[in-house]
């Protein structure tokens, strides 16, 4: 009998024979996916709208997990590549769209005076760092929220394998709206700290004068603060988090939405300290690969010439409004909640007595994906989302919120899945 995922499967054995994970990234993985009612591979996309190689359509809150904020194959950024394509990718000098999307990026960013590319926002978060070593003369890292792959960050956390000890010892976490846990970095490593870097906000807004603390603590311990705006950049607002409560860094880093999906990230900020960057190691072959260039282009002007973060705002308030109303009416409130900013918001699910929120969110994911829509939980949110979108997203709640209600109260959750339930996973927020 063919099943609904029967070719994301075969090919998944496939590609796990010259793959690690199938994937290249957790995000996207199986780690995340649960095997046998979720697809694997994505075979296009346009709009709001993917599908999968068996050709079920899903409405996709991922987003190329927050990459796209436009909406898939946006005419006007597919033009702009297409037009770049003619002139080429990649040239044996630089080209004039490095400075035209370095321009674009001050005009629109707070804190940017000069700028750098790089491919992915790891890059960006490792250069801001080697940077901030190198203008400070410092070693130690403060570092709150996820920042990326490389030893620096990841040392930090529980997916520490493969990052020497003495890298893991010069990062050091603080919690987000506790500055009490900052200053502990501070006292604990005196003047020693290069830079404090952090997501401006993820789940939880900043406590009123948190964010500006974290900026005072830092230069007064002559560090200098990072926002890592990989996500929150063109997305929260045109300016990012540092446009929306008003803190600007000394440093800002972006990826993911900067250019629609193409792959570009930046390092901006303090032109004395982005000077420097002429004499650290900051280099790429692809840095000024044009397409993505031209993509970054087309996306800051769209930002720039449309609505687009306002209604990304407007379309998250009706999502969160509406999931709120949904707990509520079936009673969830204690497994179920939401937070986050209406453009990237989180739909949480916590232990019950008798299930763990993993075994949960394995009902959840595959009821949704059954209803048509692509998730891992969060509401990534595009200028595609229609309002019909919203509707039938919605509507897809109310259904899953039922069965999920039904199957803690009535206690047969285990007995409803279709697979086995998602393991627990390094998480990073
Ligand atoms: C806040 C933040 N910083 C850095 C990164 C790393 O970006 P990339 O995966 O493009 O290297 C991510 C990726 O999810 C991120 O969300």
């Known amino acids: 009998m063919k099943t609904r995922y029967q070719k994301s499967e075969a090919l998944l054995q496939r590609a796990l024979k010259t793959i690690p994970l199938g994937s290249q990234t957790f995000s996207k993985s199986r780690t995340q996916y649960p ?28 987003n190329s997990l927050c990459a796209v904020t436009l909406g898939y194959n946006d005419p006007d950024v597919t033009n702009a590549v297409r037009a770049q394509l003619e002139d080429g990718v990649i040239f044996s000098l630089p080209h004039e ?83 009490d846990s900052l200053k502990k970095v501070f006292d604990d490593h005196k003047d020693d700290v290069a830079a404090v870097i952090m997501e401006p906000m993820n789940l939880a807004y900043p406590k009123e004068g948190f964010l500006e603390e974290v900026r005072d603590l830092a230069h007064k311990h002559g560090a200098l603060l990072v926002f890592d705006e990989t996500i929150t950049g063109f ?29 570009v990230s930046a390092v901006a900020g303090r032109a004395d300290v982005m000077k420097l960057m002429e004499e650290i190691f900051f280099s790429f072959t692809f840095g000024g690969e044009a397409l993505s260039l031209a993509a970054s282009l087309a996306t800051m002007t769209k930002l720039q010439t449309h609505p687009v973060t306002k209604t990304l705002v407007q379309t998250g308030e009706r999502i969160l409004q509406g999931l709120n109303a949904l707990i509520t009416k079936h009673d969830a409130g204690v497994f179920l909640s939401t937070a986050g900013h209406p453009t990237w918001s989180f739909f949480l699910i916590k232990d019950t007595p008798n299930y763990t929120s993993w075994e949960i969110k394995t009902l959840f994911l595959q009821e949704m994906f059954a209803r048509g829509i692509l998730t891992i939980g969060t509401h990534n949110v595009s200028y595609a989302h229609s309002a019909a979108d919203v509707d039938k997203l919605l509507n897809a709640y109310d259904e899953v919120l039922t069965i999920l209600k039904a199957a803690i109260t009535g206690g047969n959750l285990k007995q409803m899945l279709r697979c086995e339930p998602l393991q627990p996973l390094f998480k990073v927020r």
């Open 235 to 263: 997305r929260y607002a045109n300016g990012g988090a540092q446009e929306v409560f008003g803190v600007t860094p000394d440093l800002a880093t972006f990826g993911k939405g900067l250019a629609n999906g193409y792959p």
């Open 97 to 179: 769209l490095e400075t035209k999307v370095a321009e674009k990026m001050v005009e629109i960013v707070p804190c940017a005076e000069m700028v750098r590319f790089g491919k992915n926002g790891s890059d960006a978060t490792s250069g801001a760092v080697r940077i901030a070593r190198a203008f400070t003369k410092k070693d130690h890292i403060a570092a709150c929220g996820y920042h990326g792959w490389q030893d620096w960050y990841i040392g930090s956390t529980a997916r520490n394998l493969g990052v020497p000890q003495a890298t893991r010892d010069l990062t050091h976490l603080f919690e987000y709206n506790n500055i």
């Open 35 to 62: 095997f046998g009612v979720s697809p694997y591979f994505i075979a296009k996309a346009k709009g709001s709208r993917v599908w999968d190689v068996d050709g079920n359509e899903y409405l996709d809150l991922v």
